[in-house]
């Protein structure tokens, strides 16, 4: 919780230092126009991408394989869809590693790998319960009732 606090205390000042640093470098116009465009940019390639992971995800639904890359790189889309929006251009460089499928697939495997959330419930705050070896799973019928 820590770091998500630092993380929207640090970047906004970033944001900030960095539109001034290429404002004061290109221009105020130019850096407007630049920032609009990424947003744009962003905007298209969060389509042309979350299309794509979609037809991943229905492809492997179809062949009876579980889509657990695409279910990952679902919300990876949508986190990088909303920093794309956010103006900025720390936030814009952080979208864009998001939709590009290289990275995401990175990050889709790390989460994977590291199991980061729980797969059996979608949480990436609970963790799995240890499982309980004095426990024994069964069915039973109660005859002569």
Do not use: H
């Not at 956010?86 to 290289?102: H, V």
């Amino acid at each position: 919780m820590r770091i998500v606090f630092l993380f929207f205390l640090v970047v906004p000042f970033v944001e900030i230092y960095l539109l001034l640093q290429i404002g004061g470098i290109v221009g105020v116009l130019p850096t407007i126009l630049l920032v609009v465009f990424t947003a744009m940019l962003g905007a298209w390639l969060l389509r042309q991408q979350g299309f794509a992971t979609w037809q991943r995800l229905q492809a492997s639904l179809a062949q009876g394989t579980l889509p657990a890359y695409e279910m990952i790189e679902g919300p990876i889309l949508l986190v990088g869809g909303a920093l794309l929006l956010t103006p900025g251009f720390f936030t814009d460089a952080i979208g864009f590693a998001c939709l590009l499928p290289q990275t995401r697939r990175r990050l889709a495997k790390y989460i994977i790998e590291k199991q980061l959330i729980n797969a059996q419930t979608g949480s990436p705050f609970q963790k799995p319960q240890p499982k309980d070896d004095n426990v024994i799973e069964g069915e039973f019928r109660k005859d002569g009732e």
